[in-house]
Nanobody, 122 residues
Framework: QVQLVESGGGLVQAGGSLRLSCAAS????????MGWYRQAPGKQRELVAD???????TYADSVKGRFTISRDNAQNTVYLEMNSLTPEDTGVYFC????????????????WGQGTLVTVSS
């Protein structure tokens, strides 16, 4: 009932910047939180950043001061601005949303995007 569409991944040199976008669509009653996770080969998927409907934010220690998460509630879109990128930031970045849908009933629904690859070269 809910779809997440990601964009903005690509190849960037160390020290550069990228901005990821994720737009949610479907029969959404409300979005409690949206965020970004990443996964490198051979590693566990980890939370990068998320933001709640009240604009409360959470960041992984490794990205604090470099990444900024923001949202546009009118468009159900979340952004991740990534600055001062390093090769350790390389991985597949997944958008995630905690939503409440209302068809056929009000219920909680967790949704994942397909992932977008970020590669940082040294």
């Amino acid at each position: 009932q809910v779809q997440l569409v990601e964009s903005g991944g690509g190849l960037v040199q160390a020290g550069g910047s990228l901005r990821l976008s994720c737009a949610a669509s479907g029969s959404i009653f409300s979005i409690n939180a949206m965020g970004w996770y990443r996964q490198a080969p051979g590693k566990q998927r980890e939370l990068v950043a998320d933001i709640t409907s009240r604009d409360s934010t959470t960041y992984a220690d490794s990205v604090k001061g470099r990444f900024t998460i923001s949202r546009d509630n009118a468009q159900n879109t979340v952004y991740l601005e990534m600055n001062s990128l390093t090769p350790e930031d390389t991985g597949v970045y997944f958008c995630h949303a905690d939503t409440v849908v209302h068809m056929p009933r009000y219920r909680y629904l967790e949704v994942w995007g397909q992932g977008t690859l970020v590669t940082v070269s040294s």
